[in-house]
């Protein structure tokens, strides 16, 4: 009997197509035919991805590393610092787990380390995203309300309630990324063990009510990801930010005060946004690839590209910043000269419109 005609294999291929890889690759193999078409093109990609998630580890590691250091250890404690302290985390811990999605894509997408392993994998990848985005959304307000309210931000802004803010954006970001985890598992497909996403928490890929529910959870976790994980954040962003331009503009004093800091926290946003905007996109084309009555091969070719660039984009995104604070923080020739101990606290060094107290 051909192994992929029981139900068990048919459905592991489906979830192969969906979600097989760590939770944002998809490794298609439901047919010789396209895998033949696609084989060449998802090793030389599965090559790129894996170059570019060891650049992201050891450069996310150790650049992280350093800011989570002088935020923490070296610097005194102002609200900037509290901010980027946590964002730094966030990325330390994601980098830090990389390495086992590069042992997964270098195996072919044969998941040896459990399924605990696999369940918390895919649980920091979000809590990472979840993370990152509302802490820069919390900067995004902190800095509207000290450049609308000065005054105020004088009086009410200090480090402890930065870290209780702190500490909420990481207990929101942990409910989001909760089902990420309890999602998550593991299961025997040939030769190899697969990391993917049962929503159904069910072996059964045959009952219509079973898939009925497999897809509706599949429908409402990627519709909520881009929702609460991108759309929402951001419109808080460019709305914060679209009322400091404002104000700037009409503050030449404020402006030049705020110009710093303003570039370097407008940098790590762009940023981020660039990154992360692939990734949410690619992820709700592959949703309606997967939902289609007949597959466009076209899709799937966009899917079979897509996919890994997104991923290897949102990924690096994790060892970018310690550099943007580096090259943004002042002038090349002193950053030279400078330690980077020193140049890192000046650019996180609170500017005089926002001190606190």
Known sequence: MD????????????MMEMNATPPYYINTTDGVEYVDNFAKLRQSLKIISLIIYSLAFVLGV???????????????????????LNLAVADFL?????????????????????????????????????????ILVVISVDRCVSVVWPIWAQNHRNVRKASWVSLGVWVLALILCTPYFVFRDTAQSYDIIL???????????????????????????????????????FTVIVSCYAVIIYRLKRNRTLASQSSRPFKII?????????????????????????????????????ITIGVPIATSLAFINSCLNPLLYVFMGQDFKDKIRKSILTVLETVFQEDSSSQSH
């Not at 042992?103 to 809590?127: E, I, Q, R």
């Not at 790590?268 to 597959?295: N, Q, R």
Request: net charge positive; aromatic share 18%; hydrophobic share 50%.
């Open 195 to 233: 990391c993917f996403n049962n929503f159904a928490l069910s072996d059964d890929y045959e009952t219509p009510s079973v898939i009925l529910l497999r897809q509706f959870r599949n429908q409402a976790m990627t519709i909520t990801r881009f929702l609460l994980g991108f759309v929402i954040p």
């Open 3 to 14: 192994p992929c005609s029981t139900p068990l294999v048919k459905g592991l291929k489906t």
């Open 94 to 134: 994601f980098t830090a787990f990389l390495p086992l999605s590069v042992t997964y894509t270098a195996l072919d997408f044969h998941w040896p380390f459990g399924n605990f392993m696999c369940k918390m994998n895919s649980t920091l990848v979000y809590l990472n995203m979840f993370a990152s985005v509302y």
């Open 62 to 84: 150790l650049g992280n590393g350093v800011v989570i250091w002088v935020t923490g250890f070296k610097m005194k404690k102002t609200v900037n610092t509290v901010w980027f």
């Open 266 to 302: 407008a940098a790590v946003i762009t940023t981020f946004f660039l990154c992360w905007a692939p990734f949410h996109i690619i992820a709700l084309i592959e949703f309606a690839s997967h939902t289609a009555t007949e597959p466009s091969l076209t899709l799937r070719y966009v």
